[in-house]
């Protein structure tokens, strides 16, 4: 599976099962204390639209990355499909949602509307807690529910339990918006797409990667843009790696914009620095 070839790329993975195992569950007693000892850490990256011929920062998505003392940065793609067989996702996400709350105040100085992306996991929909933790640490904030947003995998939210489906419904009703994410990569259909609760469609970066050079990438991405939009859903391109891809995908009217062209991934202070160099920008007597 997935976890094991990518463990196998990072040197943990052993050809013998219980090796793994192994492997496996020292990962897991490292990452909760890593959740204890700050070990984990929030990087940002902008999402962003274009207007008048240049891109504004309207959000940011949380994206975990976590500094391990010995083995160096671990890759999300690594830990996060471990904590999702366990328990352990349940406190990460609740971390998550409370530091990136915490960010997005600080960031909130700067550009008052910015919104918050985070990603959650089928299985945090199927624990009570989530919900309430949510709304606690935003009221405590003064923060909208309208500013954080659910991101959800595609195959995930296509996987889930009724009780994961409620969970949505109720999220949604409290305000929140919820973004599908990867999208294109699951099997969904037009009547998946229509009975979610959604708001937002985030294209895949895989269908973003060939936009310019595959016709059927091509058309899969510019009907996808145009169902979301008739559904109502507004529309991000996630993997924007090239000029050509920006301009393709803006004159094919897609609404927002993420990928490494545009910002890669970044450090709260960091951040905070490029959400200052936006409003200098955007100042009307600003240089250029
Ligand atoms: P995702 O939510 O689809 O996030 C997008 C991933 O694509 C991120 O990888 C990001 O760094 C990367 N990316 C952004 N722009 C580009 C680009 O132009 N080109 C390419 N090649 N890649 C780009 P990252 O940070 O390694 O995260 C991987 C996945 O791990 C995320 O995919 C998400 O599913 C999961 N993840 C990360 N943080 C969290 C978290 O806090 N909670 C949960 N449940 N999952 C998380
Ligand atoms: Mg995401
Ligand atoms: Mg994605
Ligand atoms: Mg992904």
């Given at each position: 599976d997935a976890a094991i070839r990518l463990g196998k790329r990072y040197g943990f993975y052993s050809r013998r099962y219980d090796r793994y195992t192994e492997e496996r569950l020292t990962i897991l007693t490292e990452l909760r204390l890593a959740?204890?000892?700050?070990?984990?850490?929030?990087?940002?990256?902008?999402?962003?639209?274009?207007?008048?011929?240049?891109?504004?920062?309207?959000?940011?998505?949380?994206?975990l990355r976590w500094e391990h003392p010995e083995r160096g940065m671990i890759a999300p793609e690594i830990f996060i499909p471990l904590a999702e067989q366990t328990d352990v996702i349940h406190q990460l996400t609740l971390w998550v949602i409370t530091n990136a709350a915490d960010d997005l105040t600080r960031f909130r100085l700067l550009q008052r509307d910015l919104s918050m992306a985070i990603n959650i996991s089928p299985r945090n929909l199927l624990t009570k807690g989530l919900d309430?933790?949510?709304?606690?640490?935003?009221?405590?904030?003064?923060?909208?529910?309208?500013?954080?947003?659910?991101?959800?995998?595609?195959?995930?939210?296509?996987?889930?339990?009724?009780?994961?489906?409620?969970?949505?419904?109720?999220?949604?009703?409290?305000?929140?918006?919820?973004?599908?994410?990867?999208?294109?990569?699951?099997?969904?259909?037009?009547?998946?797409?229509?009975?979610?609760?959604?708001?937002?469609?985030?294209?895949?970066?895989s269908l973003i990667k060939d936009v310019c050079t595959s016709r059927s990438s091509q058309i899969i991405v510019k009907a996808a843009i145009?169902?979301?939009?008739?559904?109502?859903?507004?529309?991000?391109?996630?993997?924007?790696?090239?000029?050509?891809?920006?301009?393709?995908?803006?004159?094919?009217?897609?609404?927002?914009?993420?990928?490494?062209?545009?910002?890669?991934?970044?450090?709260?202070d960091q951040l905070f620095g490029w959400l200052q160099q936006d409003s200098e920008r955007m100042r009307p007597t600003g240089a250029g």
């Amino acid at each position: 599976d997935a976890a094991i070839r990518l463990g196998k790329r990072y040197g943990f993975y052993s050809r013998r099962y219980d090796r793994y195992t192994e492997e496996r569950l020292t990962i897991l007693t490292e990452l909760r204390l890593a959740l204890e000892t700050g070990a984990l850490q929030l990087y940002y990256q902008p999402k962003a639209i274009m207007r008048d011929g240049r891109l504004v920062t309207t959000g940011v998505e949380a994206l975990l990355r976590w500094e391990h003392p010995e083995r160096g940065m671990i890759a999300p793609e690594i830990f996060i499909p471990l904590a999702e067989q366990t328990d352990v996702i349940h406190q990460l996400t609740l971390w998550v949602i409370t530091n990136a709350a915490d960010d997005l105040t600080r960031f909130r100085l700067l550009q008052r509307d910015l919104s918050m992306a985070i990603n959650i996991s089928p299985r945090n929909l199927l624990t009570k807690g989530l919900d309430a933790h949510l709304q606690s640490t935003l009221l405590a904030r003064n923060l909208s529910f309208e500013s954080v947003i659910l991101e959800l995998t595609e195959t995930s939210v296509m996987d889930s339990e009724r009780e994961g489906l409620l969970t949505l419904d109720r999220l949604k009703e409290l305000g929140f918006p919820l973004s599908i994410d990867d999208f294109g990569t699951g099997y969904s259909s037009l009547a998946y797409l229509q009975k979610m609760p959604l708001s937002e469609v985030k294209i895949d970066k895989s269908l973003i990667k060939d936009v310019c050079t595959s016709r059927s990438s091509q058309i899969i991405v510019k009907a996808a843009i145009d169902m979301s939009h008739s559904l109502g859903y507004t529309v991000v391109a996630e993997g924007i790696e090239q000029q050509a891809q920006l301009d393709l995908l803006v004159s094919m009217g897609c609404d927002c914009m993420q990928g490494f062209f545009i910002a890669t991934p970044m450090p709260s202070d960091q951040l905070f620095g490029w959400l200052q160099q936006d409003s200098e920008r955007m100042r009307p007597t600003g240089a250029g």
